[in-house]
């Protein structure tokens, strides 16, 4: 097994709509690992898409290659970028229909669906955040990556780690995990959660069972992506 540890710099604003109340557009200090998978190109999204996910048959791949990417941590520091958007057309003429914007002047007219002001609160850049690769042979990096809505541009720096193999109780864990990849032999006490979509994230997790050990971290051994129970969903 090789294990790269990897730290991601933003050089853009970054946007990821992790939670959205009202008008109010928030990111989560943090970076999914379905996310970071296709970012990193270690799975390809369709160019067309009919609404359909492919989680299931991509990350299946993934973990018939026996390569696994955690989710990522920011660490240090966080900042963010708060800003107003306004997408109300500039056209001559406009008016409200059913609480939204509408250009076409019938009396049928539909309003376009989607927001027309509201604020976005973005990982400004110059953040650092740290996330784990484990694969069964070498694999060769992206130094460079775009994320989130706004293929925003960040740097990877990485190096490879030498790490002991020690069954413990009650570890923490300082890194960010998706609970559906960790083996269920693993006896998961406590975490911090982030509530976010695809799958909810947890943190500082205590955990019982076996582990990676290196430079004051541990990750659990046998993580694979856990997209089981996507299988036969289409959207």
């Known amino acids: 097994m090789i294990i790269y540890e990897c730290f991601l710099t933003l050089l853009e ?3 990821f709509s992790s939670r959205e109340i009202n008008n109010f557009y928030q990111t989560e200090p943090l970076i999914g ?3 970071l998978a296709y970012a990193m190109g270690f799975v390809q999204s369709c160019y067309h898409n009919n609404g359909e996910i492919n989680y299931y048959q991509d990350l299946s791949s993934l973990n018939d ?3 696994y990417i955690t989710p990522a941590k920011f ?3 966080i900042k963010f970028s708060l800003t107003q958007f306004n997408s109300i057309s ?3 003429w406009y008016k409200m229909v059913n609480n939204a914007v509408t250009t076409n002047k019938e009396k049928d007219s539909r309003p376009a669906n989607f927001p027309q002001i509201g604020w976005i609160k973005m990982l400004s850049l110059g953040n650092t955040a740290r996330f784990y690769i484990l694969a069964e042979n070498e694999i060769v990096l992206k130094k460079y990556i775009r994320l989130g809505k706004f293929m925003s541009k960040a740097r990877i720096d990485y190096t490879k780690v030498n790490f ?3 069954e413990s109780k009650n570890k923490i864990i300082n890194q960010i995990l998706n609970p559906l990849d960790i083996p269920e ?7 911090d959660v982030y509530s976010v979509n695809p799958v909810s994230l947890i943190d500082n997790i205590t955990l019982d069972g076996v582990f990676y050990s290196f430079s004051g971290m541990a990750l659990p051994m046998g993580m694979k992506f856990g997209v089981d129970f ?4 289409k959207k």
Do not use: H, Q, V
Not at 185 to 191: A, D, E, L, M, Q
Not at 230 to 233: D, P, V
């Open 75 to 77: 660490i240090d520091k």
């Open 185 to 191: 032999t693993y006896s998961i006490k406590n975490f």
């Open 13 to 15: 604003n970054t946007f």
């Open 65 to 67: 290659k026996k390569i």
């Open 164 to 166: 002991l193999i020690s």
């Open 33 to 35: 690992n379905y996310a």
């Open 90 to 92: 500039d056209s001559y």
């Open 230 to 233: 996507l299988k036969g969903e």
